[in-house]
């Protein structure tokens, strides 16, 4: 009877551990993928969709995600091989680009299709002019980043010289950038949601600019390997893009209520109406694109806002480090399954 209850017990605890094994460790034949974000933002909920929608679990991949703050601490994860896929600004790999690397970096699918952040104004008139910002204090963005050189774009487009017209401050880390505001530095700050909207929340301002649509289409932030990942992981990179063109497609398809029920999981801290707030802004002025391609009006505007920066050494053509193959097919086959 003792040996029996012995046995029993040993089957038990067996059951229980591949119970527990199965439940963590997900299907053992998926590949694994490691994602390192730039940041944490609703500026980038279809990558969120594709994780909470198990649209990349449907293609076979285990996709682990991480946030690396700062695009030179992202490329040199990804460079050094410690992940395997980097969502960043596509200026980044026209950065290696220019260096000469070796083994250069390719943007395959891209994610936003706009520049995210908007101009805050800590005293807003009732109706806005860009002449306002003349002889402000501007608490701006890191210099050579997408978000300062949109700005950059926006703000000379408007008659401004960011160097002459305006106090600005580019001194200020990213991650601190709103709480420098919130403490009362600067009339004018460069926000991206949701800290746009807490901030119109509390009484701290409100929005009165958007820099995505003054800046125009652009490969904002975009899905990247290096070279070689690519040539040896192309199976791997082809599912990786079809789950996100699934996930563009229904971030298209759904209410930004149904979109902040889908990555509320990965904001916890955030408010719910707050994440709704974020994402109609950011689907009112189509930030999300709709598929991954990269085409060449978005990449030329690329060029043109960097060059207008001055950290473009040369224009870089989009075939010599855009990869638009992954992202074609993966339109093309969600295409043919939904005859949209």
């Known amino acids: 009877m003792k040996r029996r209850k012995k046995l029993s017990l040993s089957f038990l605890i067996i059951a229980l551990c591949f119970s527990v094994l199965a439940g963590c460790g997900g299907d053992p034949s998926s590949v694994k ?10 500026f980038y909920a279809p990558e969120y969709v594709a994780l909470s929608q198990n649209f990349f679990k449907d293609e076979g991949l285990d996709v682990e995600l991480q946030t690396i703050p700062g695009g030179d601490k992202t490329m040199t994860a990804l460079l050094s091989g410690a992940i395997d896929v980097a969502l960043v600004g596509s200026e980044t790999s026209i950065y290696v680009s220019q260096q000469g690397a070796d083994d250069p970096v390719i943007n395959f699918a891209q994610l936003t299709q706009r520049d995210g952040t908007f101009l805050f104004a800590r005293k807003a008139a009732e109706q806005f002019n860009w002449d306002d910002v003349k002889g402000s204090v501007f608490l701006g963005q890191r210099k050579g980043g997408m978000p300062q050189m949109a700005g950059a774009f926006t703000l000379k487009h408007k008659g401004i010289d960011p160097a002459k017209d305006v106090n600005l401050i580019q001194n200020i880390d990213f991650a601190n950038i709103a709480g420098a505001f919130a403490s009362g530095t600067g009339d004018y700050v460069q926000l991206f949601e949701p800290q746009a909207s807490i901030f119109e ?3 701290r301002g409100s929005v009165v600019a958007s820099f995505g649509v003054e800046s125009g289409y652009l490969p904002y932030t975009v899905f990247m390997s290096k070279k070689s990942y690519i040539s040896k992981n192309g199976d791997t990179v082809q599912k990786f893009t079809n789950a996100i063109q699934r996930a563009q497609a229904w971030v298209k398809d ?16 955030t408010d719910r109406d707050i994440v709704i707030s974020s994402i109609k802004r950011y689907k009112e002025q189509d930030t999300y694109a709709t598929d991954p ?12 806002v960097m060059e207008n920066a001055g950290e473009l050494k040369e224009r870089i053509p989009v075939d010599k480090i855009v990869n638009n193959s992954f992202a074609e097919k993966a339109k ?9």
């Open 33 to 42: 993928v490691k994602i390192g974000e730039v940041t944490r933002s609703v």
């Open 254 to 269: 759904h209410s930004p209520e149904q979109i902040a029920d889908a990555v509320l999981p990965y904001f916890d801290k």
């Open 332 to 340: 093309d086959s969600l295409a043919s399954q939904t005859g949209k």
């Open 201 to 203: 929340r509390e009484g």
């Open 293 to 304: 391609i990269i085409d060449n009006k978005e990449w030329n505007n690329l060029l043109d």
